[in-house]
Every structure is written in structure tokens, then in C-alpha cells.
């Protein structure tokens, strides 16, 4: 996965407002896979199980239903933004499709698909105000919801800074300074946990499509599976990105105390390297030599620490 910089307008943006509009996320090819792939099993499910309660389809846990879900999982558009914004140890939280049909004929504008809420489950009762940052999530839209009443997503911008509900206005169906997002196919929406958001009534002609992928902390339990099928784990044993985002672990303690196997190699080369530097008379050619190679590692780790750290510095030669 290569690293992609948040601007300092995007970060600011996220911190104050707890979202971000990524436009053009997936291109032309990646959103007619991936749409095609979510239509399969949109399809599928409808003929097994119906909509829900809500007149929507839902799938959990779809990562290993389609290659298509896989690639979306360290996305190049997008997924680089999630390590800035927790850290370089997370994980893959949860996979959801939601598909929303258009309401039935005289659905209220009051209706909500979802009412307004946090992300993270029992967690949002549990834990003392403020909350903390914990999850993100990525919601890849695609269906045409550039204009409001599509079953978009509601958000209370700056809501993930409260402590309590958000206030309402008397005879208010929602909070006051709620905003519908709108998008284009292939429009990607990032936001965090203490976000307040709810959905409204699909009230177009227009089936609404997404897929979330969302990330936390490995320390985390994620929240639809506990662990991926070993088939799954074996298809991405040799990336490492995509196997430690699904829950790939080398040692017990890798959640709790993890440690980044490259940072670990070359802090042990460099200790060899000055070790072997006490052996080496001052200002020699071998001397020199050994102090190059270390200068060379210094510089790598500090490569390492910077991408973990969501870090860019400019190149010194240039």
C-alpha cells in the first residue's frame, strides 16, 4: 500500500467537522467491480432473506465474499488516510453492505432507516464522556445520491467533540446543524465513532447502494467476526498489510505490544554494525565504511517510524 498524505485542510477538516469527502475514490473499472460484485449478493440475499425490518438488505462481514470487497480492504484512495489518523496498528472492524430500496408511498420525511447514534456498539454506554477516537469507517457510495431524500446519510458535523446528545430544536425531526451527504458513484465517505449520524427514507426511485469498511485499533474486538477463515488468511499470507488488517497475529502479545518486524531488523543490524564499529580504529576506511552502513539503517528506521507515525519529511538531497 503506498502512502497517501493527508493535506493539512483535510486533517483540519476531519478534526473539526469528524468526516471527510474523498471525491472519485474508486474509478470507472474498481466501481463497476465493485458494484457488480455487491448487486450478486444484493440478489442473492434478497432471494434467501428478505429486507429487513427497515426495508433495507444488509450483509456482514462480506471481505471474503468477492475479490472485489478484497481490494477495497487497503485501498489506495483512501485506506493510506486511516493510519493518520489512529495509528499504524489497526485493523479491519467491520465489512457491511446496505442496500436501500426506495420506501413505500407515503413514507414519512421523518423516517429513519437508522435512528441517530455513535458507532461502537455497547462501547458508546460503557466508557465515560468524552470518548475516545476509536473507529473509522469508510462508506463507498455506489449509487447516485447527489441530491438529498436518497437514503443518505445524516451527519451532525462537530458532534464527535460532544459530551451527550446534540441539542434539538422544539418540533425538530433532527438535531440542529444536521447536513445530508451527498455524492456521486464512486465518492468515498470517511468518519469516526463519536460521530452522531443517523439515515433517512429512501424517498427517490433510486436503490441506494454502499459498502463500509471500517478500521480500529487491533487492541480492539472487531465488530462483526472474530477471527477471518483460514482460506481467506491464506489467500493474503504474503501481503502484509491486508493479513495484518484481517487479524494476522505472529506472537500473543502482537495486539497489546506490537511491534513492527522491520523496525525490529534494522534496530538489531544497527547494534551489530556498532559493535563492530569499537573493533575498528578511528577514522579508518573500515571505520568509515561501518559508519556509512549505520547512517544508511538510521535513515531507513527513521523511514519506517515516520510512514507509522503518518509522517512525511522532505527528501535531504534534493
Not at 468524552?130 to 447527489?146: G, W
Not at 439515515?199 to 454502499?210: C, E
Not at 573500515?286 to 507515525?309: F, M, N, P, T
Request: proline share 8%.
Amino acid at each position: 500500500m503506498q502512502f497517501k498524505a493527508l493535506t493539512p485542510e483535510q486533517s483540519q477538516f476531519f478534526e473539526e467537522n469528524g468526516y471527510l469527502v474523498v471525491r472519485n475514490a474508486l474509478d470507472a473499472e474498481k466501481l463497476a467491480r465493485v458494484t457488480t460484485a455487491v448487486d450478486r449478493v444484493y440478489e442473492r440475499g434478497l432471494a434467501e432473506e428478505g429486507l429487513n425490518r427497515a426495508g433495507a438488505y444488509e450483509k456482514r462481514d462480506c471481505i471474503g465474499l468477492d475479490d472485489a470487497f478484497l481490494d477495497l480492504l487497503d485501498w489506495r484512495e483512501t485506506v493510506p488516510y486511516v493510519p493518520q489518523i489512529l495509528t499504524w496498528d489497526v485493523q479491519l472492524d467491520t465489512s457491511h453492505i446496505i442496500v436501500r430500496p426506495p420506501q413505500p408511498p407515503g413514507t414519512s420525511a421523518a423516517f429513519k432507516a437508522i435512528g441517530w447514534h455513535r458507532d461502537g456498539g455497547i462501547a458508546t454506554h460503557e466508557l465515560p464522556e468524552p470518548l475516545p477516537r476509536l473507529r473509522l469507517k469508510i462508506c463507498y457510495l455506489l449509487s447516485d445520491l447527489s441530491e438529498p431524500g436518497r437514503g443518505n446519510t445524516r451527519f451532525v458535523p462537530g458532534s464527535h467533540l460532544l459530551v451527550g446528545q446534540p441539542p434539538r430544536d422544539e418540533g425538530e425531526i433532527d438535531p440542529r446543524g444536521t447536513i445530508e451527504i451527498t455524492g456521486q458513484p464512486g465518492d468515498a465517505v470517511m468518519f469516526e465513532n463519536r460521530l452522531f449520524h443517523a439515515v433517512g427514507p429512501n424517498l427517490s426511485t433510486i436503490t441506494r447502494k454502499t459498502i463500509f469498511m471500517g478500521y480500529s485499533y487491533r487492541w480492539l474486538r472487531p465488530l462483526d467476526f472474530v477471527v477471518q477463515p483460514p482460506e481467506l488468511m491464506e489467500k493474503v499470507r504474503d501481503n502484509a498489510v491486508r493479513w495484518q488488517l484481517l487479524g494476522g497475529w505472529k506472537s500473543d502479545m502482537a495486539f497489546s505490544l506490537p511491534k513492527d518486524s522491520r523496525e525490529q531488523a534494522l534496530l538489531e543490524r544497527m547494534r551489530t554494525l556498532y559493535a563492530r564499529l569499537n573493533d575498528k580504529r578511528p577514522h579508518s576506511s573500515e571505520h568509515r565504511l561501518v559508519s556509512a552502513q549505520i547512517l544508511d539503517l538510521a535513515k531507513a528506521y527513521g523511514v519506517l517510524v515516520d510512514a507509522r507515525r503518518g509522517i512525511t519529511r522532505p527528501d535531504p538531497d534534493h
